[in-house]
């Protein structure tokens, strides 16, 4: 996919100029995350966005080039959506405690709040991530994030306060998956346990669960 911004790659033609290029686009993207985030990729269609867009489709191709264009797009922006939020915790500026915490509440409410992400994620799952395999900016989205955590667990082992060793990459997964399985698994879970996990109480505990759980294996 074309790594210049969706304003640089517009042409004169059919009086874009005159609109708002970014609108258009923002407004196409959203329209792709509900389609693939419900649909899955084989079962999204272009013409579906467009409607939903209330574009016609020759301006969805003209911006995204097609649908793999249009789906890695989304892709990228739900990952530059999520590490931009988490950049505002400023964790290489806080306690190491509570740094790590404000990160795994952050992670728990932002999934919370942000369903479309999760679902995403289980397409690309299903894809094999054959299409985030051809973005080199996921990988750089990421990196920030695991440095940062890396210089929490350095400053907090260096304090005493988190044991020494601990991987970045792993406690980052295991802080996700805690939240994310949660989710993904609340209605078979609702079901077998005979517990209403959809509750405000059943998922306010669970948030302060995770808490716990990071924070007691990163004790000394």
Request: no cysteine; glycine share 6%; net charge positive.
């Amino acid at each position: 996919m074309d790594d210049k911004p969706v304003a640089a790659r517009l042409t004169k033609a059919g009086g874009e100029r005159k609109r708002d290029p970014e609108r258009t686009a923002a407004t196409i993207l959203a329209a792709a995350v509900h389609e693939f985030s419900q649909k899955g990729y084989d079962g999204a269609r272009v013409d579906a966005i467009a409607r939903r867009a209330r574009i016609n489709k020759r301006m969805l191709y003209h911006y995204f080039g097609g649908k793999a264009g249009l789906y890695l797009a989304v892709l990228e922006g739900r990952y530059a959506a999520i590490r931009s939020a988490e950049r505002l915790l400023d964790l290489t500026h806080r306690e190491p405690v509570e740094a790590m915490r404000s990160l795994v509440e952050f992670t728990w409410t932002y999934f919370l709040d942000h369903p479309e992400f999760l679902a995403i994620l289980a397409v690309e799952n299903q894809q094999k991530a054959r299409f985030l395999k051809q973005s080199d900016r996921v990988v750089q989205l990421n990196s920030p994030l695991i440095d940062a955590l890396r210089e929490v667990l350095a400053r907090g082992a260096a304090a005493g306060r988190f044991k020494p060793g601990v991987d970045a990459v792993q406690l980052y997964i295991s802080i996700a998956s805690l939240g994310s399985f949660y989710l993904s698994n609340s209605w078979t879970l609702s079901t077998i346990f005979r517990r209403d996990l959809f509750s405000e109480d059943e998922i306010a505990a669970w948030g302060s669960h995770i808490v716990d759980m990071v924070l007691a294996f990163l004790r000394p």
